[in-house]
């Protein structure tokens, strides 16, 4: 059995469904926030719009996302479904507190784990250490171009280029852009930076390893290779606000 990089086993294929019909597909990870999981991926990707002008992308907005998940004992994937909406039809994933789908970023707790191996990331990692990007250094985004179509196969990584400053938020949102040849079901995607060319920020030199720098979530044009990426202190943020979200559900049905 060869060696699989433990970031191929976080990377899940997503599918978007209305109902049983599959309208797009995708990437996301999941984050273990300590007293839950949480599927994280792209705004766009569970509301079926438009992230620029919020317009639908298709006939209808999804339902649905079922989740390629890793089986238990190691052999094959848990296909699983999770609802997006509850009862009243309004969103269980939550968004940026302060910039909401501006950030194309959510995080949704997950419900449907029977059967389902998780190779999650740790919330408290994701703060662990503020890593300084330099610009033009190579990122990995580790994502589904293909779909579920080649589930034998783990993830792609496609090398990509760190294109604009890392900590200077591109077009007054906490992101910066990467020059990759990616396909949509790359949105969602972690993007990772991997080696000794990453620096802590507290001045204690190259660290070797591999970083999470930010989710992956489409590119700026269809003319263009250049892509968003948001920051991982922005996923973090984000998943606080779920946590409280799911606390405050549970408060309410008690």
């Known amino acids: 059995m060869p060696d699989v990089h433990p970031a191929s086993l976080q990377s899940l294929c997503l599918e978007l469904l209305a109902g049983e019909q599959v309208l797009h597909t995708a990437t996301g990870f999941v984050v273990d926030a300590g007293s839950h999981p949480f599927l994280v991926t792209s705004w766009h990707v569970v509301a079926g719009r438009d992230p620029a002008t919020a317009r639908l992308v298709g006939p209808t907005p999804p339902d649905a996302v079922r989740i390629h998940h890793h089986a238990q004992g ?28 501006r950030v194309d970023l959510v995080a949704l707790p997950l419900t449907q784990l029977d059967g389902v191996a998780l190779h999650s990331r740790r919330l408290l ?16 985004v580790v994502g589904f171009p293909f779909g579920p179509r080649r589930l034998g196969e783990r993830p792609v990584w496609t090398r990509g280029t760190v294109a604009t400053e890392h900590g200077v938020d591109y077009d007054g949102r906490p992101c910066f852009l990467v020059d990759a040849r990616t396909g949509k079901g790359q949105s969602g995607a ?46 973090t943020e984000v998943l606080v606000n779920a946590q409280s979200q799911v606390i405050l559900r549970r408060f309410s049905a008690s």
């Open 74 to 101: 190691g052999t094959g994937t848990a296909p699983v479904t999770e609802p997006l909406l509850d009862t009243e039809g309004d969103p269980l994933w939550a968004t940026h507190p302060t910039y909401g789908p």
């Open 190 to 235: 972690p993007v990772l930076l991997t080696g000794a060319q990453q620096s802590a920020s507290n001045g204690s030199g190259p660290t070797v390893g591999t970083q999470l720098v930010g989710v992956y979530s489409g590119r700026v044009s269809d003319e263009l290779d250049l892509g968003f990426v948001w920051r991982s202190s922005v996923v």
């Open 125 to 140: 990692d994701l703060g662990a250490a503020e890593i300084e990007v330099p610009i033009t250094a190579d990122v990995s």
